[in-house]
């Protein structure tokens, strides 16, 4: 295998990489039975800054080994001095369960700086309607979104359309009714419940095209051109709520998702495009471009770009490693790269030559990405 100009003594130290940051816990919020949120201190050696929607990548040591899993800022970056982000523990999960049970006031966890593109710019002379689904844990871009909306933007209103499993599942109930009774008229919640308690005045059951419509009437009708759709929750929500704007006719272009886990409705088919990638392809070089350093290797058909370069001792960004938050997103400069899962990049960010190194293959020897 040749490795080009790439040599592992040039793998940068962590303790001088800027990508990395070290937050201390300031408070540990108990919000549900299953969910907690991690309040961190701004570092005092420099704010870390961030965006509605984007992520930490939490980094951790379980059983020995790095663990990475990304988790999203549920701060404003206006209006709150802290860093907080939600963790909702998953069953047998091994981050979600482990930073709870673990963690207390004063521990320092080692982040990477915050990431993602489920992010708007804020003016105060915009006059626009969010419309925001979310589920379970896919609250927490959502609630820093429509912070951020609320109080940067007088004009613009805020509708949010949140599922959950019972009425002690819902995260973050009090805080939103905050929102909802000091904005009045510019926040508006509706919830919705898998199981519903006998006195429940709101909705329950699965989302479909009645209850759409009724939901949509408690909401104000800006038109199509003021108001954009957001969605993030579980993949039979988004899915359900894709096929339900897009049966309303609105278009894609107005609707924005955020996924958490990789798809298992479309499983078969990526694991069949996969293994074709594969069995149809040879090894190829790859020239990787980051912080000032290029990097020669080679991949192997049934190896993904950044799999072979943490082998090789290359610290290539990543938090996810399935194609959806896109902390390892590069832009291919040349050569064609096949991707097995798209879900985390746009259309127009795809056009525009974009990639995703930990589901990326290349397919020819002149690929050269650049990173960051
Ligand atoms: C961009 C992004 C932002 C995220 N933000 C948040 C956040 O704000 N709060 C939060 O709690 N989580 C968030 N997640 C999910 C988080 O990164 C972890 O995937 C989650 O905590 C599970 O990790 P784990 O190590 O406990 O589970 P793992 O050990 O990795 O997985 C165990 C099993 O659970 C399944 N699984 C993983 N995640 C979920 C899930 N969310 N729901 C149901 N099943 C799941 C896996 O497919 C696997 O089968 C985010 C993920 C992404 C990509
Ligand atoms: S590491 Fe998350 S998309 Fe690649």
């Known amino acids: 295998m040749a490795f080009g100009l790439f040599k ?5 130290q962590e303790a001088s990489n800027p990508h990395y940051r070290e937050l201390t816990i300031k408070k540990i919020i108990q919000e549900t039975k299953d969910a907690v949120t991690l309040v ?8 870390l800054n961030y965006k509605s929607g984007q992520f930490l990548t939490l980094i951790a040591t379980v059983d020995g080994k790095e663990v990475r899993r990304s988790y999203s800022l549920c701060s404003s970056p206006f209006i709150d001095q802290d860093l907080m982000v939600m963790v909702k523990r998953v069953d047998n999960g091994l981050m979600s369960n482990w ?50 909306l609320i109080t940067q933007e007088p004009d613009s209103i805020c509708s949010l359309i949140y599922a959950n499993r019972d009425i002690d599942s819902i995260i973050f109930k009090n805080e939103l009714e905050h929102w909802q009774t000091q904005y009045e008229g510019r926040v508006h919640v509706i919830h919705i419940l898998d199981n519903a308690p006998m006195n ?52 894609k272009e107005k609707i924005f998702k955020e996924s958490f886990v990789s798809g298992t ?34 991949v192997e058909p049934n190896r993904a770009i950044l799999e072979t370069a943490l082998d090789l001792g290359i610290d290539l960004p990543y938090s996810c490693q399935s194609g959806l938050c896109t902390a390892c997103r590069g832009k291919a400069l040349s050569g064609k790269v096949k991707l097995d899962e ?7 960010e795809r056009a525009e030559g974009y990639v995703l190194t930990c589901v990326g293959h290349p397919m020819s020897d002149d690929v050269v990405i650049e990173i960051g």
């Not at 798209?342 to 127009?348: A, H, I, P, Y």
């Open 8 to 12: 592992k003594s040039e793998k940068k």
């Open 40 to 47: 961190f201190e701004q570092p005092a050696s420099g704010k």
């Open 99 to 148: 930073l709870p049970d673990h963690l207390k006031v004063g521990d320092k966890v080692k982040v990477l700086e915050p990431l993602g593109n489920f992010t708007t710019e804020y003016s105060k002379e915009k006059k626009r309607h969010l419309v925001l689904f979310a589920g379970g844990s896919g609250i927490t871009p959502m609630i820093s979104i429509l912070k951020s």
């Open 200 to 251: 429940w005045q709101g909705y329950s059951g699965l989302l479909n095209k009645d209850m759409l419509a009724k939901l949509f009437e408690r909401i104000p009708s800006w038109g199509l051109d003021n108001t954009t759709y957001l969605m993030c929750g579980p993949e039979g929500m988004m899915k359900n709520v894709e096929t339900l704007l897009g049966d309303l006719q609105i278009p």
């Open 265 to 298: 409705i479309d499983k078969e088919k990526k694991e069949e495009s996969k293994a074709a990638t594969a069995s149809g392809n040879t090894a190829h070089e790859v020239t990787i471009r980051y912080d000032g350093q290029e990097y020669k290797f080679v």
């Open 342 to 348: 798209e879900e985390g990049l746009s259309q127009s």
